[in-house]
């Protein structure tokens, strides 16, 4: 699929900007699931298209560069008129000795901002400094008119050295820039005439650029859908916080959802920038389940971030106070289990606290209460959870304390977990509180069927994990490559093992890296994670649940069942897994697979 960047002129930065922006994505070389880059310091980036040659970067097909007439720039700033002289002052034209040359030029009303003229002038008075001259123009270029900064772009900057023939300069008769209905009235009709094109590529369009109305029109154009498919936003910004005296500050591209409007509200969005449909789901049911009232009860297996959900919730139900956590696995035991939930009263039993303790469930009042890993409670405590889940016509539980008679009304929102399946759930839980929980079911799908967001992941994960030193998160195509392949049975926490590995290796010394035998960060955190924590079994997770209700023909049935199921899915498709267990010298056919599928053992 081919690649558009488009942007607006911005009166500000000028398109010296434009050339820095682009050579982020050069230095890339290739644009991530999530966009994000930080700290670009725009000299370095100023010489990346010097010697493109010597990388072989990220360049996209078409670059679309808005613009309206001169006049309608200049009604938004008189940068370019009152800020004239700061190029004299800057530290790098000192340095080269052209400081003289700049106030000559500025102070003539015929030669400043006349890029031929300027240069003529330079070549003709100042020969030895004509080179050193021309280089340095970016460093003023958004100050000129915005064709003369064109011009400078295409003719005299390296820009053509990888742009050459893909800068499109689009120029709309927008008189006024302050006017939205006006703005987005002519870039609509530039976007119907250009649709064609534009759908069959990837538009990621810099939406901070031009002026504060053309922000508003992007994201107005998207929310009523006029924009092509496939269409990313991103914004870039200055860090104000640097160096106050310092011209050129450092910025950032971050990439922002193109459905802002609409994600603004009570919305349950954890998954608004997934490719997965299975994601998409979740947010979905999450959305209406959360407004009907009901207990919710999520299944996924360990490490794929259950509890983020819940969090997710409880920001989204703005009306509720606080989330309450806990994992039920680690009660000790059923009186554990029942002082953290339900609490107790003033010396209700050795050990507990002078004054007594609220529990779990009534610090939930108006918030939520989230249970994971369910299973774990036993049957006794089921049983006095289940009583108390039971709500009056206010639907409000009553729970008692232990060592207390009196009851208290409770409201709150229930969230449980589990990383079982239903089928497990329906042996390990007592019948009536099965029922209790499992209301409205959502499925939270593992990372190996969502490998479309495998890199977007990640990042997040990356990032997330804030490493000391501010690493950006590796370009590394052996180890991006590594990652797409993995099952990750551990989900988000085998990602972060595997981060906190690469982490670990760049922190390494020379001589540690020796004595490890390993030369690449890729090279040592595969071999770490492969050392300590690919498991022996390749199946994901307990699929046979041996019971007392099934014979044993019944659950070898559903054993071979499983096995063909996985080994399709694990060598992508039935012939490549016959194949492999050839290789092993067994004797199945496709005739064996047949079989396994339809549980031919039990007819």
Not at 380 to 388: D, E, R, S
Request: glycine share 4%; proline share 3%; aromatic share 12%.
């Amino acid at each position: 699929m081919k690649t558009t960047y488009i942007t607006w002129h911005y009166t500000t930065h000028g398109v010296a900007y434009l050339k820095h922006i682009l050579s982020c994505f050069f230095k890339k070389g290739h644009t991530p699931q999530n966009l994000h880059f930080d700290k670009l310091n725009q000299m370095e980036l100023n010489t990346v298209f010097d010697t493109p040659q010597e990388q072989e970067g990220f360049v996209f097909d078409k670059v679309i560069y808005l613009i309206a007439p001169q006049k309608s720039f200049d009604k938004l700033s008189s940068r370019r008129f009152s800020y004239k002289k700061n190029i004299v002052h800057d530290e790098t034209i000192i340095d080269l000795g052209l400081s003289h040359i700049y106030d000559e030029i500025t102070s003539n009303d015929d030669l400043c901002y006349n890029l031929s003229e300027e240069l003529r002038f330079v070549k003709e008075k100042y020969p030895d400094k004509y080179d050193a001259f021309k280089k340095s123009i970016w460093k003023n270029i958004q100050h000129y008119p915005v064709l003369e900064q064109l011009k400078w772009l295409k003719e005299h900057s390296n820009f053509n050295n990888v742009y050459k023939d893909k800068l499109e300069i689009i120029e709309l008769d927008v008189n006024d820039l302050r006017d939205e209905k006006h703005i987005a009235n002519k870039v609509n009709a530039w976007l119907k005439n250009k649709s064609k094109e534009l759908k069959g590529a990837e538009n990621i369009i810099n939406v901070s650029l031009g002026s504060n109305e053309t922000q508003v029109v992007w994201h107005i154009l998207a929310e009523a859908e006029q924009l092509p498919p496939n269409t990313r936003f991103i914004k870039t910004y200055d860090d104000k916080s640097s160096d106050k005296e310092k011209r050129f500050k450092p910025f950032s591209i971050k990439e922002i959802p193109t459905n802002l409007i609409t994600s603004i509200g009570d919305g349950f969005s954890l998954f608004s920038e997934t490719k997965s449909p299975s994601r998409k789901l979740v947010d979905k049911k999450m959305e209406v389940f959360l407004k009907s009232g009901f207990s919710i009860l999520l299944l996924g297996e360990r490490g794929i971030g259950k509890s983020h959900i819940a969090e997710k919730a409880k920001s989204t139900l703005t009306n509720q106070n606080n989330l309450i956590q806990a994992n039920c696995a680690s009660f000790d035991n059923d009186n554990t289990a029942e002082a953290e939930l339900f609490g107790y009263s003033k010396g209700a039993f050795t050990g507990s606290l002078p004054g007594g303790k609220n529990g779990l469930i009534e610090e939930a009042n108006k918030g939520v209460l989230f249970l994971d890993e369910i299973h774990h409670l036993s049957k006794l405590v089921q049983a006095k959870l289940m009583k108390a889940l039971q709500t009056d016509r206010d639907n409000k539980m009553s729970i008692r304390k232990m060592g207390d008679s009196k009851e208290t009304k409770v409201e709150c929102r229930l969230i449980f977990a589990t990383n079982k399946t239903i089928k497990e759930l329906r042996q390990l839980l007592l019948p009536d509180f099965y029922d209790r929980i499992v209301q409205h079911v959502v499925n939270i799908p593992a990372l190996r069927e969502t490998k479309e967001d495998r890199m977007a992941d990640w990042e997040k994960i990356w990032k997330g994990l804030k490493f000391p030193g501010a690493y950006n998160i590796p370009q590394d195509d052996n180890l991006n490559k590594w990652i797409k392949t993995l099952d990750l049975p551990g989900n988000y926490r085998d990602l972060q093992k595997i981060a906190m590995y690469y982490n670990a290796y760049l922190n390494f010394d020379e001589e540690t890296r020796t004595m490890l035998n390993e030369k690449t960060p890729f090279s040592y955190s595969k071999k770490e994670f492969t050392k300590y924590h690919t498991v022996n079994t390749e199946l994901e997770h307990e699929k046979y649940n041996f019971n007392t209700k099934q014979t044993t023909q019944e659950m070898k049935a559903d054993y071979f069942f499983e096995l063909q199921k996985w080994a399709v899915d694990k060598f992508k498709g039935r012939k490549n897994a016959i194949e492999h267990f050839k290789s092993k010298g067994d004797t199945v056919t496709d005739n064996t697979f047949n079989k396994w599928k339809n549980k031919y053992s039990l007819k």
